[in-house]
Structure formats: structure tokens, C-alpha cells
């Protein structure tokens, strides 16, 4: 049973067989990583057996600008890593500090 781990430097890893794989299944870049932003949540879709959908929730911040957005983006799996070709942003909402 393979397993999905995010965390630092906005990777999204695979433990497989309670090994940590070498090789991210998945590295988003410009990820704010900022206080209590950065990769938020994976979320694998209902049919993910069927159509290797995955649901990311994560901070984006362009390179140079000061402004961070939230995105949801969607994924296809293909085996241990992701379809390049298949990147999907969901949506997008902006994160305002208070």
C-alpha cells in the first residue's frame, strides 16, 4: 500500500512498503511557505482507482511578487509519479493578511 507525504520545500513524496521513495512523485513550484502556508492538503478523488485524480491545496506565490494566492490543482497519478501533461488548476483564491 503506497502512501502520500507532503511537507518541505513543497514536495509530495510516496512511502511505499513503509519506505520513503528517493524520487518526489511531485514538486510544485513558487509554494509560499511563509507561517502557516504552504503545501495545505492532498486529497486523492473518490474515483482515484479509476481516473488517478489527486487534489492539491497549497499557497502559490509568483517569483518576484508579493502577493500569495491559494490554489486548488488537480493531478493524475501515473504509477509513482504524476502525468506532467496533466496539471489542472482548480481554482484560485487570494490570501489577504490581516
Same mark, same amino acid.
Given at each position: 500500500m503506497a502512501r502520500?507525504?507532503?511537507g518541505e520545500n513543497s514536495?509530495?513524496?510516496i512511502v511505499?512498503? &513503509?519506505v520513503l521513495l528517493s524520487t518526489p512523485f511531485l514538486t510544485?513550484?513558487?509554494v509560499d511557505?511563509?507561517?502557516e502556508r504552504g503545501l495545505l492538503k492532498v486529497v486523492l478523488d473518490p474515483n482515484f482507482s479509476t481516473n488517478n485524480f489527486l487534489y492539491v491545496y497549497y499557497t502559490y506565490k509568483?517569483? &518576484?511578487s508579493s502577493v500569495s494566492n491559494n490554489r486548488i490543482?488537480?493531478?493524475t497519478a501515473n504509477g509513482d509519479y504524476y502525468?506532467?501533461?496533466s496539471y489542472t488548476k482548480a481554482g484560485r483564491w487570494l490570501l489577504v493578511s490581516i
Open positions: 502520500f507525504s507532503g514536495k509530495l513524496r511505499k512498503n &513503509g510544485i513550484p513558487n511557505n511563509f507561517n509568483a517569483s &518576484g490543482s488537480r493531478f502525468k506532467h501533461s
